[in-house]
């Protein structure tokens, strides 16, 4: 895998061959990349990276200039590939190491991106838990989009707070955001 964009462009990345892992391809990463950046300032938002594998989604938002990034994955060796990389980077990174479900139940972080790579086994039910404890708890800001990567096969339309997909190749990311707000300071 490799950086795509930033100030680590082109680096590559090679993570053990022994992590419970499955990274995003390059291709679905530029595609995404390429959709954020019509709506962020990479450098003015946070970033909660959920099973985050070898951290290759981190490392991207990183190099962009994206200053608040958390990673959390269950696998103690992502956790610590993902350390050991960012130290060697230079990037500001925290990986936490913790059940993503428990994490989300916990924490009061609250983030403009929230990216979720789950297996692409899960069922639907799981995938519908992690967008359901997102936004009960507040955890997405205003404007900010969760994004869920899964297989093209896994439909997730239906969801609440479903905005759109976009599939690449076997993958497809599904964006969730927060209804608008209305604005009640209308002009007379």
């Known amino acids: 895998m490799r950086?795509?964009?930033?100030?680590?462009?082109?680096?590559r990345i090679t993570a053990p061959k022994?992590?419970?892992?499955?990274?995003?391809?390059d291709?679905?990463?530029?595609?995404?990349?390429?959709?954020l950046n019509n709506h962020f300032y990479f450098h003015e938002i946070s970033v909660l990276d959920l099973f985050a594998g070898t951290g290759n989604i981190s490392y991207e938002f990183a190099s962009r200039g994206t200053e608040t990034i958390?990673?959390?994955d269950g696998d103690y060796g992502c956790v610590s590939f993902i350390k050991k990389t960012a130290t060697a980077f230079e990037l500001d990174i925290t990986a936490i190491k913790s059940d993503v479900y428990k994490f989300l139940e916990r924490t009061r972080l609250q983030s403009?991106?929230?990216?979720?790579d789950p297996p692409y086994a899960f069922t639907k039910e799981q995938f519908v838990r992690i967008t359901e404890i997102i936004?009960?708890?507040e955890l997405l800001l205003q404007d900010g989009?969760?994004?869920i990567e899964h297989a093209k096969e896994t439909k997730l339309e239906d969801v609440a707070n479903f905005n759109f997909s976009?599939?690449?190749?076997?993958?497809?990311f599904s964006f969730f955001k927060l209804p608008e707000i209305e604005n009640s300071n209308e002009e007379e």
């Open 135 to 137: 936004f009960e708890r």
């Open 70 to 72: 958390t990673a959390v």
């Open 27 to 35: 291709m679905a990463k530029e595609s995404l990349f390429n959709i």
């Open 112 to 116: 403009d991106v929230i990216f979720a």
């Open 166 to 172: 976009k599939n690449y190749g076997s993958s497809a």
């Open 3 to 11: 950086i795509i964009s930033g100030k680590h462009k082109g680096r």
């Open 145 to 147: 989009f969760l994004i």
């Open 18 to 25: 022994k992590l419970p892992v499955r990274p995003t391809t």
